[in-house]
């Protein structure tokens, strides 16, 4: 059995500070995690994924997240906010060959 | 610039139409998924089919029939539909069914059922 919990329905940030969008997991087996962004009117866009590597992920337009399998989280960070980042953002596990879970989102609004 | 394309963008349709919905990707993958994207719910995965093989059908009502007819096409044939069937309809690919395998998704068709 897996799960996945976004734990902030909408973050809000300026221009130029950071954003944390923040995801706690359970798995059953050892997972594979990932973050998709989604602008509006289109799919689903893979910005990183972890696959039991290195625990700090980097991904797409300057985003990072840290697998801790102590906590459980696998947040999404980057340094500074850019207007072009406002979308909605989605925390994914999947262990084995098993079908992915996704969370129910979060939405970034970057204010200028 | 996506690999997965869907056509229509946009659908509005009566319940009693039939419709289709087309799906094709470019990047060599072998497995291929409907997702369905409702507001504030989860994403909702409907059919997955590997090497053309349905694999999974999530419970997913008879009014909604898809087809593979090779790893490139997939299609979501609708009849009958509920205004509740409205939501915006996602495919997807990837290189196979490992949980591992990142998806990649179109922009998917935007059904309206009136």
């Known amino acids: 059995a897996q799960s996945v919990t976004q734990l902030d329905s909408h973050v809000s940030v300026s221009e130029g500070t950071p954003v944390l969008l923040r995801c706690n997991y359970s798995?059953?087996?050892?997972?594979?995690l990932f973050w998709y962004v989604q602008h509006p009117n289109k799919g689903l866009q893979l910005l990183l994924k972890?696959?039991?590597?290195?625990?700090l992920v980097k991904g797409i337009n300057g985003f990072e997240a840290e697998f801790k399998k102590s906590e459980t989280s696998f947040h999404l960070t980057k340094p500074s906010a850019h207007m072009s980042d406002a979308a909605e953002y989605f925390c994914v596990v999947s262990g084995g060959y098993s079908t992915l879970t996704f969370g129910k989102g979060t939405m970034l609004l970057v204010s200028p | 610039e996506t690999g997965v394309t869907q056509t229509p963008r946009h659908l509005v349709m009566g319940m009693t139409n039939k419709k289709s919905l087309k799906c094709e990707q470019h990047l060599g993958h072998n497995a291929m998924y409907w997702y369905k994207q409702s507001a504030k719910k989860p994403l909702e995965l409907m059919f997955v089919y590997n090497f053309k093989e349905q694999t999974e059908n999530n419970s997913v009502p008879s009014r909604f029939s898809p087809e593979c007819p090779n790893s490139s096409h997939l299609f979501l044939h609708l009849h009958t539909l509920q205004p509740e069937d409205s939501a915006l309809y996602l495919c997807a690919s990837s290189q196979d069914v490992r949980g591992d395998s990142p998806l990649h998704f179109g922009n998917g068709t935007r059904l309206t059922v009136t």
């Open positions: 972890y696959t039991s590597a290195a625990t």
């Open positions: 798995s059953s087996y050892s997972p594979s």
